[in-house]
């Protein structure tokens, strides 16, 4: 099967955009993998996003989910840097407790103005631990 290369902006330069903004580089998200209308971000456990208990943070799953929808948009509209949350709805299943978990996002219908999405949040062993719904604004792309 022939590779065909994204839309959007690659791993490379998602993870470039983690990188060089202040308000994703303090979660430390690392881009896992993509593909056109999916992104799988890895984020580390950090000691700033524990609850007592040890127990990951729901606003940390959020911003995840977020972060995901919103490179999932990117790798299929290189210009969509301007798009912009409209609405989330989270579902916490089960919290994480002091480990690393992933987050997918995967686009489910572009519109002209609206994007919708959904975002799942795993440990490391596949387990789910919390379900979002998205929509952006779609601007640009």
């Not at 440990?123 to 601007?139: A, C, D, F, Q, V």
């Amino acid at each position: 099967m022939m590779h065909t290369p994204l839309a959007g902006l690659s791993k490379a330069e998602l993870q470039q955009l983690i990188d060089d903004k202040p308000f994703l580089h303090v979660y430390g998200f690392q881009v896992e993998r993509i593909s056109e209308g999916v992104c799988t971000l890895r984020v580390p456990f950090n000691h700033a996003f524990e609850r007592p208990g040890g127990v990951v943070s729901g606003p940390l799953y959020m911003a995840a989910a977020d972060a995901a929808m919103w490179f999932a948009i990117l790798t299929k509209f290189k210009h969509a840097e301007m798009s912009v949350t409209s609405e989330m709805t989270t579902a916490f299943l089960k919290g994480a407790k002091q480990e690393d978990f992933l987050c997918q996002a995967e686009l489910l219908k572009v519109g002209a103005r609206i994007i919708f999405g959904i975002a799942k949040c795993m440990n490391l062993k596949g387990e789910l631990l919390t379900h979002h719904t998205l929509s952006y604004i779609r601007r640009g792309g």
